[in-house]
């Protein structure tokens, strides 16, 4: 199998829910404080270990893609998710972020990382899944480091506890108009917090109920959306 990243030969797998925020939820897992792998409906699965397989996507990537190649991305989405969960209020739907605050050694490049954390994720997902849908410009924007033009991310306050101690990200779920593909989605939850990453060729937002956020755009701000919501994110052209 070779990296679809940059195409050399892969020998590394990459978390499907960071190994930091694994840590940070979970711990340090022995026998006695063990964690549990759960898909669909499947019986829950003992876990050994954040570094488990079992917990990595099945599609694999060369180790310099897998980590100094994306080293940085992973740092943005670390930086900003601890800057989420150490702040003195908890965060809460509807509530407007300053990400200024978590990136005051540059604030641009910070985001632009986020963004590239999960369309490293986002591909990763798409191969493993089968969805038809060409990587070759997700891996442009890595290789580049450049915002990928179709890639959106809404970010979640998740209220109550339901989801307090758990992880998981859900199935990308893709829709098309006249049998074309025009969008794909999936979450990745993490506690309380959550991000839903859109793939649109056009996007049409009910910005009564998501705020998508886009590298490109020129404000400074992030709304926390809620978990259940409509969207209607995408058009025929």
């Keep these: 199998m070779n990296c679809w990243i940059c195409g050399d030969p892969a020998e590394t797998g990459e978390h499907m829910i960071k190994a930091s925020d694994l840590r940070y939820l979970f711990g340090h897992t022995t026998t006695k404080t063990p964690i549990y792998r759960r898909i669909n409906t499947c019986p829950h699965e003992l876990i050994q270990g954040v570094s488990s397989p079992k917990l990595k996507f099945r599609t694999r990537l060369c180790a310099h893609c897998n980590n100094a190649r994306t080293q940085l991305y992973d740092k943005s989405w670390e930086t900003f998710v601890s800057y989420l969960r150490n702040r003195s209020n908890p965060i ?125 755009s020129s404000t400074k701000t992030i709304t926390l959306d809620e978990m259940n919501f409509s969207l209607a994110i995408a058009k025929s052209s």
């Design 92 to 216: 809460q739907p509807g509530e407007v972020i300053r990400p200024v605050h978590a990136f005051q050694n540059g604030l641009r490049r910070g985001l632009l990382g986020i963004h590239l954390y999960f369309v490293k994720l986002t591909g990763c997902l798409i191969l493993d899944a089968e969805v038809p849908i060409e990587t070759e410009s997700l891996a442009n924007a890595i290789l580049k480091s450049a915002a990928h033009p179709n890639i959106y991310l809404s970010f979640l306050a998740i209220k109550g506890r339901r989801f307090q101690n758990r992880a998981f990200v859900t199935p990308i779920q893709t829709m098309t108009v006249n049998g074309g593909l025009v969008s794909a989605q999936w979450f990745y939850f993490v506690g309380r917090i959550g991000v839903h990453i859109t793939y649109a060729t056009h996007v049409h937002l009910r910005s009564d109920k998501v705020h998508l956020w886009h590298p490109s």
